[in-house]
């Protein structure tokens, strides 16, 4: 099985950008889908991106993703630093198995 | 479409427990719940899937054999047991439904959560 690694917190300041990565230990990530979720405080988590780089109907275009072979890791970028995205953020694909493999998240603060 | 979970327990080592999810807005039967555990400060945690047509599991190799998993499509919901609560056990359970019929996709939407808390 792989482990997906992210930072365990982030901070930036309103207006600003900033990038939270998701990196797979194991197995190259363009081989299962790359899914983000939002878990505010007191919150049940939201999808912001999945299918790697696919944004749901609702969620601003603030919100953004990728994926790197070469780094074999994802990416999620928020642009415009809004309070409200003060959040978890979390990093979810699959295994060889379906079975659903998330990141340890990370703590977004927008000061 | 929307997950509705059973609500908070208390419960003592070594009792049992069930809660439930129930869906509505759309054919239960059609897609998998999956369950996840958030302990207060920590991430989530996959312990695993069931296909609700045919009542079948898959389960975390972390969680098989301590919870079970099960569903009643005449009622749209889906359940989540524990034989003997420890006190690790006390966390915050959800269910999410994948949107994938094939058991994959994204999870959309989750329920509301239940904190369960285990405590002598």
């Known amino acids: 099985n792989f482990v997906l690694t992210q930072p365990h917190s982030v901070s930036e300041s309103p207006g600003k950008t900033v990038t939270i990565s998701c990196t797979r230990s194991?197995?190259?990530?363009?081989?299962?889908?790359v899914q983000w979720y939002q878990q505010r405080p007191g919150s049940s988590p939201t999808i912001v991106i999945y299918?790697?780089?696919?944004?749901p109907s609702g969620v601003p275009d603030r919100f953004s993703a990728s994926v790197d072979p070469s780094s074999n890791s994802a990416s999620l970028t928020i642009s415009g630093l809004q309070t409200e995205d003060e959040a978890d953020y979390y990093c979810?694909?699959?295994?060889?198995?379906?079975?659903?493999?998330f990141g340890g998240g990370t703590q977004l603060s927008v000061l | 479409v929307q997950l509705v979970q059973s609500g908070a327990e208390v419960k003592k080592p070594g009792e049992s427990l069930r809660i439930s999810c129930q869906g509505s807005?759309?054919?239960?039967?059609?897609?998998?719940i999956t369950w996840v555990r958030h302990v207060p400060g920590k991430g989530l945690e996959w312990m695993g899937k069931?296909?609700?047509?045919?009542?079948?599991?898959s389960y975390s190799p972390s969680f098989e054999g301590h919870v079970t998993m099960s569903a009643d499509t005449a009622t749209s919901t889906a359940y989540l047991q524990w034989s003997s609560l420890k006190a690790s056990d006390t966390a915050r359970y959800y269910c999410?439904?994948?949107?994938?019929?094939?058991?994959?996709?994204?999870?959309?939407?989750w329920g509301q959560g239940t904190l369960v808390t285990v405590s002598s």
């Open positions: 069931m296909d609700p047509s045919a009542s079948y599991p």
């Open positions: 299918d790697d780089d696919q944004r």
């Open positions: 194991s197995g190259s990530i363009a081989l299962n889908y």
């Open positions: 807005g759309y054919n239960f039967a059609n897609y998998w």
């Open positions: 979810q694909s699959y295994d060889s198995s379906s079975f659903v493999v």
């Open positions: 999410a439904r994948h949107t994938d019929r094939s058991s994959t996709g994204w999870l959309d939407p």
